[in-house]
């Protein structure tokens, strides 16, 4: 249990996010990823981890990058990720 007034982030190690952005240099085509979150930081929006599962043209599997909030279309507990 968090103690009072303790900050809680808006996305903890073990959650999964889903991403996504452009693919293309046009910016046009879109790909989206399941991201496993090793951390995240509220201050400047943006989660780290490692993209586990993808969608569109290009594979990004085990990509590891940073991703902010903007892009964040879904969010899932670990233990309720399939």
């Given at each position: 249990?968090?103690?009072?007034?303790?900050?809680?982030?808006?996305?903890?190690?073990?959650?999964?996010?889903?991403?996504?952005?452009?693919?293309?240099?046009?910016?046009?085509?879109?790909?989206?990823?399941?991201?496993l979150?090793?951390?995240?930081?509220?201050?400047?929006?943006?989660?780290?981890?490692?993209?586990?599962?993808?969608?569109?043209?290009?594979?990004?599997?085990?990509?590891?990058?940073?991703?902010?909030?903007?892009?964040?279309?879904?969010?899932k507990?670990?233990?309720?990720?399939?």
């Open positions: 249990m968090a103690e009072a007034g303790a900050f809680v982030a808006k996305y903890e190690a073990g959650d999964y996010v889903k991403v996504e952005f452009s693919t293309g240099k046009s910016g046009v085509e879109r790909g989206w990823g399941w991201v979150v090793e951390s995240s930081d509220d201050k400047i929006e943006a989660v780290f981890g490692t993209v586990v599962a993808a969608g569109g043209k290009e594979r990004i599997l085990d990509t590891k990058g940073f991703f902010d909030f903007s892009l964040i279309t879904e969010h507990k670990g233990s309720h990720f399939d």
